[in-house]
């Protein structure tokens, strides 16, 4: 018989993204499972706080370090081939120390060029979930509906409360604009990584590793260029080793599992949580007051979470 006649899912692997997304139930298992590093990412403001002094590069490179160790240990003990995924084509590598180490590097150099616009920064850089909601209507497959958009802006308005604390407001001064420009490229190179990951679903998540790898090298080398090293004390060093664990290890692994097999779209709306979760954590821990600005937030992410995520829940394509 002619291959023509063939179901195209037929004729693909079982664990590319392409095959998977005609199994709503392996796609909101994959959706799920990336929702982790929502979670995870919602315990780094904490953690960072907990760090004490640590220079931010200093911090990214350790943390980093910690994340590829730890990647590598148990990419091992499941028995993958940790040394060997790393043999992947120029792109894949670019695609990944772009997104990791580019991120950071400009979320950070951010934050050094407009230094009294730490609200301004910090909104810009979150507008990267709704651009991955945006962006994910390139991909083949995938069909950007209504749900999704009113999704995205009820969650980067609940955004805009938990930055600005409801009454401060925002105030653009044209001095600043490098440091503007700068988180704006953070979360464009953010959202890209996670979009352009799916076309690269072939590629194994362990080799995540590798970019975490690459990530710690470079940060050192920019810690070096820009920043005092400081030797952490005995708690900064437990605050490293868990966000190298969590928020900057494990996280990237199911990230990359979550963008590559499940609903992106649902996952860059949901992605809008994460300052809200922190916020609620920095609370928790006293690190923060809470306010009416956080319930109020906490309404208008869940409400467009719920909405972008509808038909995903319902196993719809």
Same mark, same amino acid.
């Given at each position: ?122 909104? !810009?850089?979150? =507008?990267?979930? $709704? +651009?991955?909601?945006?962006?994910? #209507?390139?991909?083949? @497959? &995938?069909? *950007? ?72 090298? !470079?940060?050192? =080398?920019?810690? $070096? +260029?820009?920043?005092?090293?400081? #030797?952490?004390?005995? @708690? &900064?060093? *437990? ?79």
């Amino acid at each position: 018989m002619s291959t023509d006649s063939l179901p195209t899912e037929n004729l693909l692997p079982r664990n590319h993204p392409s095959a998977a997304a005609s199994d709503p139930a392996a796609v909101r298992r994959a959706t799920a499972i990336g929702g982790l590093a929502i979670l995870m990412w919602s315990t780094l403001a904490l953690l960072t706080a907990l760090s004490g002094t640590i220079p931010p590069f200093q911090l990214v490179a350790m943390s980093f370090g910690v994340a590829f160790i730890v990647g590598t240990v148990a990419g091992a003990a499941r028995g993958k081939d940790v040394i060997g995924v790393l043999r992947q084509p120029w792109r894949v590598w670019l695609l990944g120390v772009a997104g990791l180490f580019g991120y950071h590097f400009f979320y950070f150099l951010a934050f050094r060029l407009a230094p009294g616009a730490a609200v301004e920064v910090n909104l !810009l850089n979150y =507008l990267w979930p $709704l +651009l991955i909601v945006l962006f994910s #209507a390139l991909l083949p @497959g &995938e069909r *950007l509906k209504r749900g999704h958009v009113l999704g995205a802006l009820c969650g980067l308005a609940g955004t805009v409360l938990i930055v600005t604390g409801g009454a401060r407001g925002l105030s653009l001064d044209a001095g600043d604009t490098p440091g503007y420009l700068s988180a704006m490229a953070a979360a464009v190179l953010w959202a890209s990584y996670s979009v352009l990951s799916r076309r690269f679903g072939d590629v194994p998540t362990e080799a995540v590793g590798g970019f975490c790898l690459a990530t710690a090298v !470079l940060a050192g =080398l920019s810690h $070096l +260029l820009f920043e005092t090293t400081v #030797a952490p004390s005995g @708690g &900064e060093w *437990l605050a490293v080793l868990a966000m190298g664990i969590g928020p900057v290890g494990a996280a990237f692994f199911v990230w990359d599992h979550g963008v590559k097999r499940g609903d992106i779209r649902a996952l860059g709306v949901l992605s809008y949580a994460t300052p809200l979760t922190s916020t609620l954590l920095l609370i928790l821990f006293g690190q923060a007051a809470g306010g009416w600005t956080v319930w109020a937030a906490c309404a208008l992410i869940m409400g467009g979470a719920v909405l972008a995520s509808r038909d995903v829940l319902r196993g719809d394509r």
